[in-house]
């Protein structure tokens, strides 16, 4: 593993929510680029877990780039739904990525399982995998999680994707309703990266 900081990174992703929350747990001296300066398709996620396609995501994207490069692969678990959506839950947004869809889509297999699912908690979380990917082949991944429920109703217009139907533990305000810079302290995202801001 390198020992060397990382003065710039290609952040590997198309997903402008996901960049942003990314670029703004980074040290402001940081070089990052993006996908708004190399145009790059993102490949097809063919792994099974949050970890296999991170990777994937963070090799494929430094070798087309040859930069150091860190990709997120993320998702909801929801109990009730057999951790479902998890490492589909984009793929429930369909493919303009409208999380009004996959919002609806919760909310109405929820209602499948349980009719009588408002009267209750239903326990979910969010996951993180970051994963940083060198040139010469090493690299590191680390996850972050973070549990909560899923809200009755959809609440707040900041974030993205799930955010408004998220509550996370001890909290009443879901992630939509959340300040975005409580929200980035606490969240899975934040979680994983600070298992690696030691290369920073």
């Known amino acids: 593993m390198s020992k060397k900081k990382i003065k ?11 960049l942003k929350e990314i670029a703004d747990l980074l040290p402001k001296s940081l070089k990052i680029y993006s996908n708004l300066d190399f145009k790059i398709q993102s490949p097809v996620e063919t792994g099974n877990t949050f970890e296999q396609n991170s990777l994937l995501k963070a090799k494929y994207f430094s070798k087309k780039t040859n930069k150091i490069c860190m990709s997120d692969d993320s998702g909801i678990e929801i109990d009730i739904l057999d951790k479902a959506p998890g490492i589909y839950s984009a793929d429930w947004s369909g493919k303009k990525r409208n999380f009004n869809l996959a919002i609806k889509r919760v909310y109405s297999e929820i209602f499948k399982k349980d009719k009588n699912w408002k009267k209750k908690k239903i326990t979910a979380r969010f ?21 909560g429920r899923i809200s009755n109703s959809k609440r707040g217009k900041n974030g993205f994707g799930y955010d408004p139907i998220f509550i996370p533990k001890s909290k009443r305000l879901t992630f ?21 801001k030691r290369f920073f």
């Open 8 to 18: 710039e990174i290609f952040i590997g992703s198309n997903n402008k929510g996901k």
């Open 127 to 147: 996951i993180c995998v970051l994963t940083i990917f060198w040139p010469n082949g090493k690299f590191i991944s680390k996850t972050g999680k973070i549990e």
């Open 176 to 196: 939509g309703e959340m300040d975005p810079e409580i929200k980035y302290r606490i969240d899975h995202r934040s979680d994983a990266f600070k298992k690696i």
